[in-house]
Nanobody
């Protein structure tokens, strides 16, 4: 079992920044991929970024309105924590943000590939 707890969400003005944290606990995480997703009201949960626990590989969503270039995923192995640094936030970034863990050696980008999920943290961006 892996337990994930997100924190760091909140209310921020457009153009501002937030850093989300995901504290992981449980069985060894060295073979897990950690990902960040978000879900806006009325929309499906969408992939944002993922990293192998070793940090040897990271991947960002590369679709329209992508977060690539604005969001950065990182991890602190000593703290068993994964971060999502979000800069230049826009109102359309408003969503519940989720951390997830997949028992895999290469990055995963779909929700069905992830085994464990956090409870989510709300991010609201106002203009």
């Amino acid at each position: 079992q892996v337990q994930l707890v997100e924190s760091g969400g909140g209310l921020v003005q457009a153009g501002g920044s937030l850093r989300l944290s995901c504290a992981a606990s449980g069985r060894t995480l060295r073979t897990y991929v950690m990902g960040w997703f978000r879900q806006a009201p009325g929309k499906e949960r969408e992939f944002l970024a993922a990293t192998t626990w070793s940090g040897s590989s990271t991947y960002y969503a590369d679709y329209a309105d992508s977060v690539k270039g604005r969001f950065t995923i990182s991890r602190d192995n000593a703290k068993n924590t994964v971060y999502l640094q979000m800069n230049s936030l826009k109102p359309e970034d408003t969503a519940v943000y989720y951390c997830a863990a997949a028992n895999a050696l290469v990055v995963r980008t779909t929700t069905k590939e992830y085994d464990y999920w956090g409870q989510g943290t709300q991010v609201t961006v106002f203009s």
